[in-house]
């Protein structure tokens, strides 16, 4: 007998329903790190598709970056800049379940501070 989702999939499944629920049509900044990497894409549930991403696999960072702070804030800055030049201002913030601190948090800021607003 199986006993079905993890606590952490449980809490995914949570915060991505409640946000799709009062976004109000916005588009989703989703976040996902693993322990070498952190990535970061804008998507609009309305039409199914992703609007910008960044990650710390791209290859102008590859080398140099990795699973740390100023990794993320790098994701951060690049993914705002993508969705503002397709168009993308407002956003509502999916952390996929991880904890607002860290690595999610310097992401988020670095997108608020290159213009993104949620």
Do not use: P
Request: proline share 0%; glycine share 12%.
């Amino acid at each position: 007998m199986t006993k079905g989702l993890s606590l952490f999939a449980k809490r995914r499944r949570r915060n991505r329903t409640a946000l799709k629920a009062r976004s109000g049509g916005r588009a989703r900044l989703s976040i996902h790190r693993s322990g070498k990497h952190i990535y970061a894409q804008v998507i609009d549930d309305a039409a199914g598709r992703t609007v910008a991403s960044a990650s710390t696999l791209e290859k102008d960072v590859r080398g140099t970056s990795g699973a740390n702070v100023d990794a993320a804030k790098g994701v951060g800055t690049r993914v705002a800049e993508a969705a503002k030049a397709a168009g993308v201002t407002q956003v509502v913030f999916d952390r996929g379940g991880f904890l607002f601190h860290g690595r999610v948090k310097a992401l988020a800021e670095a997108a608020r501070e290159a213009g993104l607003e949620f």
